[in-house]
């Protein structure tokens, strides 16, 4: 399914909502208070029935869908979200956000500290993935929705989406799990740590405070993100898209870039590194690595999720390496056990792990369908 097979959102524009009252992390520190930038697509319904929230991934933020004025590129999951689309706005008012810690406008290492008129910088507390949900609750509270028809996530989207189906089973009808896991395997949490190393080692780091020396740790940028875009794509799908090219037809003989995939992650990593915060890379990477929620339960998946209400959807990708089938089958597997509700597809698909991106058709046609199950198709037009 293409974007130009069926209409646009059209142009998007962010909001900002304030919060005063303190939030208290697991880690037993607080935010005394914070904003949270969000955006909407579609129309809230009379009853505020037909709400659905979308959970980003690592590197997301809160411009899913539609454009915003003066820029060609369109949201994230723009293929997926819209008027007719698998998440069809004519049926549901979709809010998609940026995290706490994020660094694309919601409270994070590059806000005002209040406390100390200067950034956050290193400052800012770690987060959980249940803190992150918590303020999604506050934010769906500020929003006057009582309950949301559905909460979807891919990758550390679909972490948050697990926690929001035991935290507050009683206000997720539907739950969408893409390419994610119960927990990050030692090697999962092996790469996180590389890439934690490259950052914090760079010479321009300052122990996190770069910005007040108006610098970043640029290069600890680009190998950072280098390594996790080679974890993102399958061997596949690279050796379809480079194979062993070499970047100008012949070797150099020295230590530049020689073959084309070599100039690609150069690239990413370059592009990766001028939008995005040191500070807010390592927060994150570590939300990833603590997430667990078996930690309350005596380390049973099933016990955990007993405790949700919500219709699962799970879906995997074959060639993820990153989060593999087989970890969504544990997802799967403890959810039957739980005698819950559970759909779950495995796509054949050469992408890899930022499959979950691509407007797959099998993976599109049954988000689409389980998303139309048991719901009252509604024109807001």
Known sequence: MSSNDVESIGNVVAQTAHFDEPLLLRSGREIAQYDIVYETYGTLNDDASN?????????GHHHAAGFHEGDAKPGWWNECIGPGKAIDTNTYFVVSLNNLG?????????????????????????????????????????????????????????????????????????????????????????????????????????????????????????????????????????????????????LSFDFDANFQVESYLRYQGEQFSSRFDANSYLLMTKALDYFDPTCDHDGDLVKCLSQATAKFLVVSFSTDWRFPPSRSEEIVQALLAARKSVSYLEVDAPQGHDAFLFPIDDYVNCLTAFLKTDTKEQNHA
């Open 51 to 59: 709400a659905l929230l979308i959970c980003h991934a690592l590197s």
């Open 102 to 250: 994020g660094c694309h406008g919601s409270t994070g290492p590059t806000s005002i500290n209040p406390e100390t008129g200067k950034v956050y910088g290193p400052d800012f507390p770690i987060m959980a993935v249940r803190d992150w949900v918590k303020s999604q609750y506050r934010l769906m509270q500020r929003l006057n929705i009582p309950h949301w028809a559905a909460v979807v996530g891919g990758s550390l989207g679909g972490m948050q989406v697990i926690r929001w189906s035991i935290d507050y089973p009683q206000l997720v009808k539907k739950a969408v799990v893409i390419a994610s896991a119960p927990k990050l395997t030692a090697q999962n949490i092996g790469f996180n740590e590389v890439a934690r190393q490259a950052i914090s080692s760079d010479p321009e780091f300052h122990d996190g405070h770069y910005l007040e020396k108006d610098t970043y740790p640029k290069q600890g940028l680009i190998l950072a993100r280098m390594l996790g875009h080679i974890t993102y794509l399958s061997d596949d799908a690279m050796r379809e898209k480079f194979g062993r090219e070499l970047k100008t037809g012949k």
